[in-house]
Antibody, heavy 120, light 109 residues
Framework: EVQLVESGGGLVQPGGSVRLSCAAS????????MHWIRQAPGKGLVWVSD????????RYADSVKSRFTISRDNAKNTLYLQMNGLRVEDTAVYYC?????????????WGQGSLVTVSS | QAVVTQEPSLAVSPGGTITLTCACS?????????PSWFQQKPGQAPRALIY???DKYSWTPARFSGSLLGGKAALTLSGVQPEDEAEYYC?????????FGGGTKLTVL
């Protein structure tokens, strides 16, 4: 059974940092692109970042570029999102999401989400 | 980055048919935009319905179908059920990144 379990969220002050983790199981993690997607309270989904299967390519939404860093450890089947310079508008549930295999796309499996609240 | 536009809200009667659409600010949506569709109910993570414009997952109910229509991606629900009331999001690869639409709140009257 495919499982994606996020951790690391919580309350952080503006300007602070948080690292989210996503533990993957039930599939060959090292074969898949992985993504972070967020959803502010009561708002829509926003794609944040993705990383290719071996970690050599990364992309970011303009809103988080230069502040967030996506990475992965294929030996530990874990995806990370390092979030620096956090702003109130970064408050959201952050979902770890699997990319599709053999086709371009994402989202067949989602984690339960990790809430990050940026507030003083 | 590009802007992806969906109808903010739509309503349909049980048993009816409705089509949701998804447009990209960069131009007509084609298969190269790899359109996907997701359903989200309150308090739940999104669930994937359609990928590559029209391909279904094993769990996608037969009443859901995806297509390209008039320069947009489209999701059609035929024979709508009460449990289809939800928020629906499209996702496109446009402008070199993945971009979600703002979502369509579907009400089943």
């Amino acid at each position: 059974e495919v499982q994606l379990v996020e951790s690391g969220g919580g309350l952080v002050q503006p300007g602070g940092s948080v690292r989210l983790s996503c533990a993957a199981s039930g599939f060959i993690y090292s074969s898949y692109w992985m993504h972070w997607i967020r959803q502010a309270p009561g708002k829509g989904l926003v794609w944040v970042s993705d990383i290719d299967s071996d970690g050599s390519r990364t992309r970011y939404a303009d809103s988080v570029k230069s502040r967030f860093t996506i990475s992965r450890d294929n030996a530990k089947n874990t995806l990370y999102l390092q979030m620096n310079g956090l702003r109130v508008e970064d408050t959201a549930v952050y979902y770890c999401v699997r990319g599709l295999i053999a086709v371009t796309g994402l989202g067949d499996y989602w984690g339960q989400g990790s809430l990050v609240t940026v507030s003083s | 980055q590009a802007v992806v536009t969906q109808e903010p809200s739509l309503a349909v009667s049980p048993g009816g048919t409705i089509t949701l659409t998804c447009a990209c600010s960069t131009g007509a949506v084609t298969s190269a935009y790899y359109p996907s569709w997701f359903q989200q109910k309150p308090g739940q993570a999104p669930r994937a319905l359609i990928y590559s414009a029209s391909d279904k997952y094993s769990w996608t109910p037969a009443r859901f179908s995806g297509s390209l229509l008039g320069g947009k991606a489209a999701l059609t629900l035929s024979g709508v059920q009460p449990e289809d009331e939800a928020e629906y999001y499209c996702l496109l690869s446009c402008g070199g990144a993945w971009v979600f639409g703002g979502g369509t709140k579907l009400t089943v009257l």
